[in-house]
């Protein structure tokens, strides 16, 4: 699978603040890609230099096979920024219309593929002026305009971070709908939407991508936390005995279970055989994306 | 077949539709039809005007008869309008003009535009070209109806009024790339419109030094250029190059424009 988007060693200061320190970063293409990292990790930052929005430092970016420059966005992206403004005078149809003449779309290609976006987005009878829409239907017109030109590359800045419950909802929905057609790449600090649409992620920290991958690799890869059910709690607790110091508890549940943390497989497995103890169960217990956002925030080094 | 237009001609349609829209055209062309029907009006009015002021003052008893009110002629009318247009008429034109950038920058409007494949130099252009459509056409428009009610109250002729009513479009030109300057610069509207209204000032004030007016842009905006042009006092080789200057300042500022915008940060 080829790659849409490659960046490689970006950086980027804003007077002597260091915002991207050598960020690399692939996203291939068809992708649903998450781009987490808390407020101000600089994932903004890397949006707007891959949109030709911002003067990027040192590093290459390529994006859908041209080299990202600044003061023109590479044909083939669409973005939707966390809060779309629109003109309040224009009705949907009318903006729709003047982002596709910008674009050099035909008249006649504009009034078919707007018609289609504007049903997609579910705005298809709002036929009044944009001045009167709710957060959640500009969020829906900004991600119509955005697919306008048919674009290889969706970046989506935290498209639903400014929205109401059932507004993610809808917007979630209309990405995962969209994986058909385009690559996407979504970024955002809300773990629950990447869980939910998407399949690649990557962790933005201190400047620089710390983990990158597949999602369900990700949550193998990061996993060192076991659950070891035994048929009797002595056993449990013998177990838990011949670990010593290690980071583990007995569950509450019954007693014989016991989960043990930051500890590698194969030294629980030679220790379950040196001390006799046969398992009923041994499993391998996968972080959740939160459990991985708190252990990078907390201490990056540990995550790489 | 399909031509294709250049994003700059579509944003400058935008502008126009947006200007109409936001009653920007209307409130231009109302004020300046104001501009234009008074101007005659009150050149009309003044002796009767004067002579009601005296008759009203009790202190000026007795000098009704001695006063000797000139009767006007079309050259009051249009030294009228000279005046209206060189002070209230720039005033409106660099308050409608003013955010023509920071209402955009300010609600994030011009960011998605600008992942369509539209330069910041088309846009701040497109913005300028709108701003000097509505003011030619406010300004042709003010000019026109104080030459209809001249010639229907006072019944006479003037040359150069042309030469008079381009060095007003061009003064007001000027001012517009200055505004558009400013707007790239500044973040709020208001700071545009203080730093465009000191600029002036500045301008005004460097006309003082006799060998520096003639160069001056602010000289286009004086009372006495217009007021010298039509009357003929001003000879054509006196204002050329003032004109020239202008001309050549309007452009080196608009290009300053585009260069402050490419690289501020939105």
């Given amino acids: 699978m080829s790659n849409v988007l490659s960046i490689k060693g970006l950086t980027k200061n804003f007077g002597n603040v260091e915002v991207l320190k050598g ?122 305009q955005a697919l306008l030109n048919r674009p290889k590359l969706l970046i989506c800045d935290e498209p639903t971070s400014a929205l109401d419950p059932a507004g993610r909802k809808e917007i979630l929905q209309i990405l995962d709908s969209l994986k058909e057609q385009t690559t996407v790449i979504f970024s955002t600090h809300i773990l629950s939407d990447v869980e939910r649409v998407c399949d690649y992620a990557a962790f933005l920290h201190g400047g620089k991508i710390v983990l990158n991958g597949a999602l ?18 002595s056993d449990a607790l013998r177990f838990k005995a011949a670990l010593g110091g290690n980071d583990c508890r007995i569950d509450e549940n019954g007693g014989n279970s ?47 | 077949m399909f031509i294709k237009v250049k994003p700059c001609c579509i944003f400058l349609k935008k502008e126009l539709f947006e200007a109409a829209k936001t009653f920007k ?27 009601w002021a005296l008759e009203s003052d009790p202190s000026s008893a007795g000098m009704i008869n001695a006063t000797a009110i000139p009767e006007p002629v079309a050259l009051d009318s249009w030294a009228q309008f000279i005046s209206n247009i060189t002070q209230m008429g720039m005033i409106v034109l660099v308050i409608v003009f003013s955010g023509m950038l920071s209402s955009e920058l300010s609600k994030g409007t011009l960011t998605m535009i600008l992942t369509k494949g539209i330069s910041r130099a088309d846009i701040l252009l497109s913005k300028l070209t709108s701003a000097a459509i509505i003011w030619t056409g406010s300004l ?54 203080i730093l465009v209204g000191a600029s002036s000032v500045v301008l005004q004030m460097l006309n003082m030094i006799p060998k520096v007016s003639r160069y001056n842009p602010a000289t286009l905006s004086s009372f006495s250029l217009a007021h010298g042009v039509i009357t003929g006092e001003t000879a054509a080789a006196d204002f050329y190059p003032t004109l020239i200057v202008s001309g050549a300042f309007t452009l080196i500022i608009t290009a300053a424009a585009v260069i402050v915008f490419n690289k501020r940060k939105l």
Avoid at chain 1, 271 to 290: I, R, T
Wanted: with cysteine.
């Fill in chain 1, 23 to 144: 960020l690399d970063l692939s996203v291939p293409e068809g992708a649903v890609f998450g781009f987490i990292g808390e407020n101000g990790a600089g994932k903004t930052t890397a949006m707007k230099i891959v949109l030709g929005l911002l003067e990027r430092g040192e590093g290459e970016v390529i994006v859908c096979g041209e080299q990202a420059r600044y003061g023109k966005t590479a044909a083939g992206v669409g973005f939707l920024p966390d809060v779309p403004e629109f003109y309040p005078y224009m009705k949907p149809m009318e903006y729709l219309t003047l982002c596709g003449e910008i674009s050099g779309m035909k008249k006649r290609e504009i009034k078919s593929r707007g018609e289609e976006l504007l049903k997609l987005v579910g705005l298809s009878k709002a036929k009044r002026k944009i001045g009167g829409f709710s957060r959640g239907m500009k969020q829906r017109l900004g991600i119509a």
């Fill in chain 2, 25 to 51: 055209m209307l409130i231009m062309g109302i004020v300046f039809v104001i501009f234009g029907m008074l101007s005659p009006l009150t050149a009309k009015m003044m002796p009767q005007i004067m002579q």
């Fill in chain 2, 140 to 193: 042709s428009v003010s000019f026109l109806t104080c030459l209809g009610y001249t010639a229907y109250f006072f019944e006479e002729s003037l040359p150069n009024l042309l030469s008079a009513a381009f060095c007003l479009w061009l003064s007001g030109m000027f001012l517009l790339a200055l505004t558009a300057l400013f707007a790239a610069l500044t973040k709020k509207g208001y700071i545009c419109m």
């Fill in chain 1, 258 to 304: 016991v989960k043990v943390k930051n500890e590698d497989g194969g030294k629980i497995i030679a220790l379950l055989s040196a001390n006799n103890l046969v398992p009923l169960k041994f499993e391998l217990l996968e972080h959740n994306l939160e459990d991985l956002y708190l252990k990078i925030v907390g201490g990056a080094g540990k995550c790489s």
């Fill in chain 1, 216 to 233: 369900s690799e990700i949550k193998k890869r990061q996993t060192d936390s076991y659950s070891i059910t035994f048929s009797q709690s």
